[in-house]
């Protein structure tokens, strides 16, 4: 017997706005790298350095099911839960990540990090840079662009065995993880504890300080007033 359900707040407006930035801004990242729009891509890939901090300062910070601390358990729960996972059993109600999906949050975020990371010294083929480029050397300017084209290879990837499992709930466990992601809520057990959402106005200063952090990387972390208004110099030709 099925037990009772009640409607439940369960993901929060910035969670909900962090997942999907994403999912549109990747595929524009990779367009704009591929018809060559440098300055487009680096723009697009200051916007998911933005995203990137705010969704690390709100594991630690903002609703109860988006905290690190909630989420990430030990290989023996991720065990089990896989488990169960590949059972013929319905999916087990969670007031937010299961297991292995609050892992799949870390691997992404670390690969996103890293991919901006690496993007941001990198040097292309016709010599032209990031903000920061200018702080290392040119062999290794190149050999990050390599890395960072090798990056997105990982995260296209890692996309495809995410949409894999989203596709494995939807029509093997018949669990609908994809529409609370749009309005947030959805019906859980009364017994599910639902989680403790946290208001905007803390999503908000995070959202300032991350844009603020971004816009300083941008400017190629300048130390004065001066230097963060001014335009910075073409990084191309540091290596010409």
Same mark, same amino acid.
């Given at each position: 017997?099925?037990?009772?359900?009640?409607?439940?707040?369960?993901?929060?407006?910035?969670?909900?706005?962090?997942?999907?930035?994403?999912?549109?801004? /990747?595929?524009?990242?990779?367009?704009?790298?591929? =018809?060559?729009? !440098?300055?487009?891509?680096?723009?697009?890939?200051? +916007? *998911? $350095?933005?995203?990137?901090?705010?969704?690390?300062?709100?594991?630690?910070?903002?609703?109860?099911?988006?905290?690190?601390?909630?989420?990430?358990?030990?290989?023996?729960?991720?065990?089990?839960?896989?488990?169960?996972?590949?059972?013929?059993?319905p999916a087990k109600a969670h007031?937010?990540?299961?297991?292995?999906?609050?892992?799949?949050?870390?691997?992404l975020l670390s690969l996103l990090?890293?991919?901006?990371?690496?993007?941001?010294?990198?040097?292309?083929?016709?010599?032209?840079?990031?903000?920061?480029?200018?702080?290392?050397?040119?062999?290794?300017?190149?050999? /990050?662009?390599?890395?960072?084209?090798?990056?997105? =290879?990982?995260? !296209?990837?890692?996309?495809?065995?995410?949409?894999? +499992? *989203? $596709?494995?709930?939807?029509?093997?466990?018949?669990?609908?993880?994809?529409?609370?992601?749009?309005?947030?809520?959805?019906?859980?057990?009364?017994?599910?504890?639902?989680?403790?959402?946290?208001?905007?106005?803390?999503?908000?200063?995070?959202?300032?300080?991350?844009?603020?952090?971004?816009?300083?990387?941008?400017?190629?972390?300048?130390?004065?007033?001066?230097?963060?208004?001014?335009?910075?110099?073409?990084?191309?030709?540091?290596?010409?």
């Open positions: 017997m099925q037990p009772p359900l009640r409607r439940t707040r369960l993901w929060d407006l910035p969670i909900r706005l962090v997942h999907w930035s994403l999912v549109a801004l /990747l595929p524009a990242m990779w367009w704009t790298a591929e =018809n060559d729009n !440098l300055s487009l891509h680096m723009t697009l890939g200051y +916007a *998911v $350095l933005a995203i990137v901090a705010f969704r690390i300062i709100w594991g630690f910070v903002g609703s109860s099911n988006a905290r690190f601390s909630q989420f990430l358990k030990g290989p023996g729960a991720v065990a089990g839960y896989l488990r169960g996972f590949f059972s013929g059993g007031a937010g990540h299961n297991p292995a999906g609050g892992w799949s949050v870390i691997i990090a890293g991919q901006v990371g690496v993007g941001l010294f990198a040097l292309n083929e016709d010599n032209v840079g990031s903000p920061l480029t200018s702080l290392v050397d040119y062999e290794t300017a190149r050999s /990050l662009a390599e890395i960072h084209e090798l990056g997105f =290879n990982l995260i !296209l990837a890692f996309v495809v065995i995410h949409l894999a +499992a *989203v $596709l494995y709930y939807s029509l093997i466990k018949k669990d609908r993880i994809v529409p609370p992601m749009v309005t947030g809520s959805r019906d859980l057990p009364e017994d599910v504890e639902a989680p403790r959402i946290a208001p905007l106005w803390k999503a908000a200063v995070v959202m300032v300080i991350t844009a603020a952090f971004a816009y300083w990387i941008a400017k190629g972390m300048p130390t004065s007033l001066e230097q963060l208004t001014q335009p910075p110099p073409p990084s191309a030709e540091d290596y010409m």
